[in-house]
C-alpha cells in the first residue's frame, strides 16, 4: 500500500514563509511526477488547482499566482517532495495536496490527505 504523508502547514502572517514536506512509502517500484495543489476555503476537493508540479527529472511548472514566490523541490532517493513558500499572502491560504505518479504493479494517481496553511494579514 503506497502512502503520501504531508507536514509543514500551519498559521503564518502574511508576508512569512513555510516548507511543506511530503514523503511517498509503500511498495513503490519509482515515482514519477510530484506536485502541489491547494483546496481554496469554499471549494471541494474536486476543484483544487496545482500550485506546482515537478518531473522526476527536475522540470517544474508553477501557477501564475506563486511564480517569484514558492519553488518546488525532490529528492528522489527519499521520494520526498517540497514546496518552499515565501512572501506568503492572504489568497494563498487553503489545504495543500501531495500528488503523485507512482508505479507499483502499474503507474497510478496518489494523493496525500492535506495540510492546511492559513495565512493571516
Known amino acids: 500500500q503506497v502512502r503520501l504523508v504531508e507536514s509543514g502547514g500551519g498559521l503564518v502572517q502574511a508576508g512569512g514563509s513555510l516548507r511543506l514536506s511530503c514523503a511517498a512509502s509503500?511498495?513503490?517500484?519509482?515515482?514519477?511526477?510530484m506536485a502541489w495543489y491547494r483546496q481554496a476555503p469554499g471549494k471541494q476537493r474536486d476543484q483544487r488547482d496545482l500550485?506546482?508540479?515537478?518531473?522526476?527529472?527536475?522540470?517544474?511548472k508553477y501557477a501564475d499566482s506563486v511564480k517569484g514566490r514558492f519553488t518546488i523541490s525532490r529528492d528522489n532517493a527519499k521520494n520526498t517532495v517540497y514546496l518552499q513558500m515565501n512572501s506568503l499572502q492572504p489568497e494563498d491560504t487553503g489545504v495543500y495536496y501531495c500528488?503523485?505518479?507512482?508505479?507499483?504493479?502499474?503507474?497510478?494517481?496518489?494523493w496525500g490527505e492535506g495540510t492546511l496553511v492559513t495565512v493571516s494579514s
Open positions: 500528488y503523485a505518479n507512482i508505479l507499483v504493479s502499474a503507474l497510478g494517481k496518489y
Open positions: 509503500g511498495s513503490i517500484a519509482s515515482v514519477s511526477n
Open positions: 500550485v506546482a508540479l515537478i518531473t522526476i527529472g527536475g522540470t517544474t
